[in-house]
């Protein structure tokens, strides 16, 4: 089984940066896909960016050119810098993971519980 915690959520202001943070355990093998999704009160979960071990990177239309994803070395943790927040951006953000392994060997990928990201206009 594989966990994956979140970190780096909070309030900032419109136009303002954040990083956020998400590690795996649980396991010891490398994640091949990494993504991070977020949830507006009131909408559905939606894809925000997502990354593989190749380098192949996907962004939601409204983040591109804004947010950067990056997998951290090792294939076990995955990054969202943040830039030029909007008040849109805000949402509870969770990291995921497809890895084709483990959704083979478990049925299903694997979610952290979120982290609320705020923005003030």
């Known amino acids: 089984q594989v966990q994956l915690a979140e970190s780096g959520g909070g309030l900032v202001q419109a136009g303002g940066s954040l990083t956020l943070s998400c590690v795996a355990s649980g396991s010891t093998f490398t994640l091949d896909h990494m993504a991070w999704y977020r949830q507006a009160p009131g909408k559905q979960r939606e894809l925000v960016a997502e990354?593989?071990?190749?380098?192949?990177?996907n962004y939601a239309e409204s983040v591109k050119g804004r947010f950067t994803i990056s997998m951290g070395k090792g294939q076990r943790s995955v990054y969202l810098q943040m830039a030029s927040l909007k008040p849109e951006d805000t949402a509870v953000y969770y990291c995921n993971t497809d890895d084709p392994w483990l959704v083979t060997t478990t049925g299903r990928g694997a979610w952290g519980t979120g982290t609320q990201v705020t923005v003030s206009s």
């Open positions: 990354v593989t071990s190749g380098g192949d990177r």
